[in-house]
């Protein structure tokens, strides 16, 4: 029996339903049953009600999950695999800044901790961040967290002064403006499409700033044949795969986040064949930190 076999034999047993993000390995997306963004992915574990999620993205994704379907064994096959972003704002942080700043509104990037969840009042994802924070009134005073360029880009797109959390994603910090000028000569035809959690510099320069499951809409729907990805390079084997008669070139090829590749088809067989590692949160904190997840989904099920 093949590993693969064994996976889905096990997959089988437990009823069990595998998650995985748009950058981790090729091989861990084609075992998926579903494979998305973390707007889509957040939805699908509201919905799925499996009894078993086998969640493969970094940490803070699976937490969404367990917040979300908390009847589910959710298994976080390499616990190892976490986003240095969503380190970047703790809840003791954010609770001393809203202490000084009573007034002001704290969205945060659903890439945080189910601790730091607990601390802010409206979630959002790329894909939904821009809808969200147009809705709010524009007296409201916001603070943005923790990605200090995605909330650079809202601030520009919607003409707002959201304060800035100053975090940042290493990965999408390595795609620099001149990798764009660089690859609109080599490839004239393509299109350049890059995530927001890059640089202001870098996004002014792109023809469109998408979050993952926008990026792969549009490539979907587009006329055009070539494409310039300027974000995690795991979302080229998705992109590839489902538009075959086009063409999808790296913005630079050392955009890979190493955590989202921590996660392999063995750590997937064990975390199948032993239930575990688990993610437990304390019901508490996981009821408090449901509520900007909740608001944000209300908003824009
Ligand atoms: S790509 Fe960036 S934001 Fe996404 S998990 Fe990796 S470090 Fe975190």
Not at 10 to 19: C, D, F, P, S, V
Not at 70 to 90: F, K, R, Y
Not at 213 to 238: A, N, P, Q
Not at 264 to 283: C, G
Request: net charge neutral.
């Amino acid at each position: 029996m093949t590993l693969e076999e064994e996976i889905i034999r096990l997959k089988e047993q437990h009823k069990a339903l595998i998650l995985a993000h748009n950058y981790t390995r090729p091989e861990i997306q084609n075992l998926a049953d579903f494979v998305g963004d973390s707007l889509e992915l957040a939805r699908k574990a509201a919905e799925c009600h499996a009894p078993v999620i086998v969640f493969c993205g970094v940490r803070f994704m699976a937490e969404t999950a367990k917040i979300l379907s908390p009847e589910s064994i959710v298994l976080h096959p390499n616990p190892h695999s976490g986003c240095p972003m969503a380190d970047m704002a703790t809840p003791g942080e954010v609770a001393t800044y809203r202490k000084a700043h009573p007034d002001t509104l704290v969205v945060a990037y659903v890439n945080t901790t189910a601790a730091t969840k607990t601390e802010v009042d409206l979630c959002c994802t790329s894909g939904n961040a821009e809808k969200l924070i147009a809705g709010l009134p524009s007296s409201q005073k916001i603070l943005f967290l923790p990605d200090a360029n995605l909330g650079a880009n809202l601030n520009g797109k919607l003409n707002r002064k959201m304060d800035l959390w100053p975090g940042c994603c290493p990965t999408h910090n390595k795609i620099l403006p001149e990798h764009i000028t660089a690859a609109k000569e080599k490839y004239p035809d393509a299109l350049v499409l890059v995530h927001p959690e890059c640089t202001p510099a870098v996004v002014a320069l792109a023809d469109r700033a998408l979050s993952t499951g926008g990026m792969l809409k549009f490539v979907r729907e587009s006329e055009r044949k070539e494409f310039i990805i300027g974000t995690e390079c795991g979302i080229l084997h998705r992109m590839r795969k489902e538009n075959p008669d086009k063409n999808f070139y790296p913005l630079e090829p050392a955009v890979l986040c190493p955590n989202m590749k921590k996660i392999t088809v063995e750590d997937v067989l064990f975390a199948l064949r032993d239930l575990s590692p688990r993610i437990e949160l304390d019901d508490a904190m996981r009821q408090k930190a449901k509520t900007p997840i909740d608001r944000m989904l209300e908003v824009l099920p």
